[in-house]
């Protein structure tokens, strides 16, 4: 007889794309194989995640270390912690109105540009690298901040030039020629984009259940990669019931190309360096917050401990 599975709550950060092997874990019953019975609970909004952490509404949750980074920025005593990696790579575009087959930052200044607005890391990302070519980030022809979908609209109707989003919204544009790629920011490589977070006192007392979610997502995260993509949008259309089969399974075959998810559960200091550079240069955070306050590291790897 089987060992009855462990209850979990689990905060889904919010709805998007790139994280379909979180959907996948959940739909294609990797954590219930791992011994866990997950229950998703939806935040109100990204920035709400870490209060429902703090405040216990929530035992865990995925989203960006960006978050917890900011937390402890503001409390150096905050008991926010990171552990594995499962969205390695940035998964935002830059998509124009008309080719630009041999881009480089530099086409961005003269253009109106449309930066993401809803969340703030792809804005310091991408500030990031445009100081990096020499170019000041504040020399941008920016348009006023609006949703990826207006953005999106926007494009179509020539009032911009070039907009910075996600997907569905990329292929919603590329798949009828109302757009063209112009730069994917996954060649950047490693962010520690997105990660599971919860109190350090959770990874303590709650650390069987922290193990097991890491096993259900390396477990997911092979799949994700080696199962044929048609496969794997049919186990997650049920989180997109307003998307085809057809634009699912281009999504993650892009995804896979760009390798966006992690190939393991492990966090390297690297990527998570790389982060916060980019949070510390854009002004978000002012505080250099150590590698070992905010990873754990031995939940991170591929088979924790």
């Known amino acids: 007889m089987s060992a009855p599975l462990i209850p979990v709550t689990l905060c889904e950060n919010l709805r998007t794309a790139s994280y379909i092997p979180f959907y996948l874990a959940y739909a294609g019953d990797y954590w219930r194989e791992a011994g866990l019975d997950v229950t998703l609970w939806m935040s109100p909004e990204p920035a709400e995640t870490a209060a429902a952490l703090l405040d216990g ?13 900011m937390h402890h920025n503001e409390d150096r005593d905050c008991p926010l912690v990171c552990f594995a990696q499962v969205v390695s790579r940035e998964p935002f575009y830059l998509i124009g109105r008309e080719p630009k087959p041999n881009f480089r930052f530099q086409d961005l200044v003269g253009p109106k540009v449309a930066i993401t607005s809803e969340v703030p890391t792809p804005w310091h990302l991408l500030q990031e690298d445009l100081t990096r ?16 979908a207006e953005n999106s609209e926007a494009l179509r109707a020539g009032e911009i030039d070039v907009v910075q989003l996600f997907e ?19 060649e950047r490589g490693d962010v520690a984009f997105t990660t599971f977070y919860t109190t ?7 650390r069987d259940i922290c193990i097991r979610l890491v096993r259900g997502i390396a477990a997911a995260l092979t799949d994700a990669y080696e199962l044929p993509a048609g496969d794997v949008a049919k186990t997650v259309s049920e989180f997109f019931p307003e998307r085809s089969q057809a634009s699912l399974t281009r999504i993650i075959t892009h995804f896979r190309e760009e390798e966006l998810w992690a190939r393991s559960p492990e966090l390297p200091a690297d990527a998570f360096v790389r982060l916060k550079g980019a949070l510390l240069s854009g002004g978000l955070i002012d505080y250099d917050v150590p590698y070992d306050n905010v990873i754990d590291q031995a939940l991170s790897s591929g088979d924790p401990k």
């Not at 350090?200 to 709650?206: A, D, I, L, N």
């Open 57 to 69: 509404r929530v035992p865990v949750s995925w989203g960006g270390p960006m978050r917890v980074m």
């Open 200 to 206: 350090r006192r959770f990874t303590q007392e709650g």
């Open 133 to 148: 070519a020499g170019i000041d980030p504040a020399s941008l022809n920016r348009a006023p901040d609006r949703t990826m």
């Open 168 to 186: 569905p919204y990329a292929d919603d544009l590329l798949a009828p020629g109302d757009g063209h790629i112009w730069h994917r920011f996954a």
